[in-house]
């Protein structure tokens, strides 16, 4: 069945558990956070997030590389994920659109991908005990020497890894929606121009901001305050996008003294993911880390205003408090669990989501929140 060769993979957890498996990506060792995603297509799109580095992402949908991988698909340049954990992996892809395969992919980022395990036992060992970090390797097979590897190795709560994934330099992000009937961009007319400050930015949640009328401009995280202020001031931009990202927002401490800067000037703002949860550090209402974090395509989401539920594609570890309604009016809640989803800042032009609405992969039913972000920018 499978063309690739397989190589014996070895995996330690942090709760002590090892088990044994086969490698079709890169080979050699890495440590990393294991998660698990419930999405059940778009497994290039996942690999490609930025917001996964420093991750393993254990998908439950069994068959993994049946579609194989194309330039089109791909979220940012490469793949920063630790790894991958797949029950089944398919090497000979049947698409039309496929230009090489999922190993391939893997192999040209140095990503692991591991197959023929159990990744149901995998998805309920981290839902009873939460994500944890772990070791593979390809070229250590021994428990003891996996485990010291894994007791040296830093948490991923200790890691920067925003600095890996940024831009090192400022880009114009023209493209909108990829259309597969005519397989080609939209071009709609642009309305404003805003910066997006980039944590590790997916392709198509520019290109969403981009059909929604924006012209984008994508910096590095590194851009100052005084820099953006000064653009904003001059009218050369009516707005600021901060984006997804990987890691824990409580040690970005420059980005949330940045993000204050703004808020302090009344810049129009909205961010995704890693840019809400910034959002309300910089507000005073610091983050915390769920159990096992919201990874998937399938996740009900309540429209405070309209009172329809909306499916969501997630992404996330940590959370804002409840307690950040002091200073904003909730938007949106996870049917889930009843975690704050979206935000409305009371005092100033900010707005934020906690779930991707750009859906890539996913469904399109949240996509109208880039047009709502328009909307600001043209009423500020």
Do not use: W
């Amino acid at each position: 069945m499978n063309k690739v060769s397989l190589k014996k993979v070895s995996l330690y957890f942090a709760n002590g558990m090892m088990l044994e498996a086969k490698s079709f990506g890169a080979l050699g060792t890495a440590v990393g956070e294991v998660v698990f995603n419930t999405s059940l297509t778009g497994y290039q799109e996942i690999v490609t997030d930025p917001s996964y580095a420093g991750q393993f992402v254990t998908f439950t949908m069994p068959e993994i590389g049946n579609v194989g991988c194309n330039a089109q698909d791909m979220e940012s340049q490469g793949a920063y994920c630790k790894g991958i954990i797949v029950r089944s992996y398919q090497e000979r892809p049947s698409n039309f659109r496929s230009e090489e395969t999922l190993a391939s992919l893997l192999e040209q980022n140095g990503v692991l991908g591991i197959c023929e395990i159990d990744t149901r036992f995998i998805t309920k060992m981290l839902r009873v005990e939460g994500a944890m970090m772990m070791v593979a390797s390809t070229k250590i097979h021994d428990k003891e020497a996996l485990k010291a590897l894994l007791n040296k190795s830093p948490a991923i709560e200790e890691i920067n890894y925003i600095e890996q994934v940024s831009t090192k330099m400022s880009y114009v992000h023209r493209e909108a929606r990829y259309s597969t009937d005519t397989f080609s961009y939209e071009k709609p007319k642009t309305q404003s121009k805003i910066i997006a400050l980039d944590f590790g930015v997916k392709r198509n949640i520019l290109n969403e901001l981009t059909h929604a009328g924006m012209e984008v401009t994508v910096v590095p995280n590194s851009m100052s305050a005084e820099d953006i202020i000064r653009k904003i001031d001059a009218k050369e931009f009516a707005g600021v996008f901060l984006s997804n990202g990987p890691g824990d927002p409580l040690i970005l401490q420059d980005e949330q003294a940045k993000i204050k800067k703004l808020i302090a000037h009344k810049v129009p703002l909205f961010g995704i993911c890693l840019g809400h949860q910034l959002l309300s550090i910089a507000h005073g209402y610091e983050t915390y880390k769920l159990q096992f974090g919201h990874h998937g395509g399938n996740h009900p989401v309540m429209n405070a205003k309209t009172r329809t539920v909306e499916i969501t594609a997630q992404n996330h570890n940590y959370n804002v408090p409840d307690s950040v309604t002091e200073v904003a009016t909730v938007t949106h809640t996870n049917l889930f669990d009843n975690t704050i989803e979206g935000l409305q800042y009371n005092d100033s032009p900010t707005m934020s989501v906690q779930h991707h609405p750009e859906a890539s992969p996913g469904p399109h039913e949240s996509a109208y929140i880039f047009a709502q972000f328009a909307k600001m920018l043209k009423d500020s």
